[in-house]
């Protein structure tokens, strides 16, 4: 670690400035105010982020109750960020595009369990819709349903937003809040070894944010 990062007393260190770093720093800070959070991130231009290389597409169409309960909340969150995040978030909106999601199938079995899942979704708040292949011709002409059985479309909730204005505005309101320090710092790898080992990072907590590109641990770094 950087001698400066040695020498600070936080109470939780997140490892990983992507999105989900991010979001743990904000929803910490709000939620606990006055709790000093350090994100560590090791490049700070996120070029080989999952958040940067996403899609960045919410939907509503899950096959269990609580994911679409999560996506029910997060398509809400996306679509009124500025409003939920506050002004020191500094992103005006996400500029979701409810263009929706298709799901189809050739097979008659696979239909009938999508219309129960798309029942269930509804129920849940959705708007899934099942469509006959004609249907789903008419809403995509360039699509060959000719062996289609059905299709699940969400017109509402579904789409694509804007994943970095996500990002930062998390990583920015979370740094108003924080009392500590709060934002992207340098490296990295012995961090992680250091962390991973939970004995020698100076914080109450650590969190590992950095999704797959965390190995376990094989001891603190030389
Ligand atoms: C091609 C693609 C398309 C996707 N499409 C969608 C989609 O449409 N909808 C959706 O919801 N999800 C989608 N995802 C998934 C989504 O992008 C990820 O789930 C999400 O971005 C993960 O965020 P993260 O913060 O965990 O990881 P990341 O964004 O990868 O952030 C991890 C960060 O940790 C840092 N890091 C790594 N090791 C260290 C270390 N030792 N020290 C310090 N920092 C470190 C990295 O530099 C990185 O910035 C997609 C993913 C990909 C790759």
Redesign the pocket.
Known sequence: LEPEIMEMTEDVII?????????AAYWLTRMAPGLKVLV????PT?A????????????QQFSTAVNVRISRFGADFIRNFAERIGPAGEVPSLGLVENGYLFVTSDAGNAQVMREIAAMQCAEGAATEVWDPAQVQARFPWLNTADLVAGSFGPRDEG?FD?MGL?AGFRNAARARAHGSCGP?????R??AT?SSGSTLPARGASP??????RPARGPAA
């Open positions: 490892i990983g400035g992507g999105v989900m770093g991010a979001s560590v991130e090791r490049d996120y080989r982020a999952a958040t940067a290389l996403s899609v960045a597409s919410v939907r694509w994943n990002l710092r340098r490296p990295a790898l961090c992680r962390a944010a950095a999704a797959w590109w965390l």
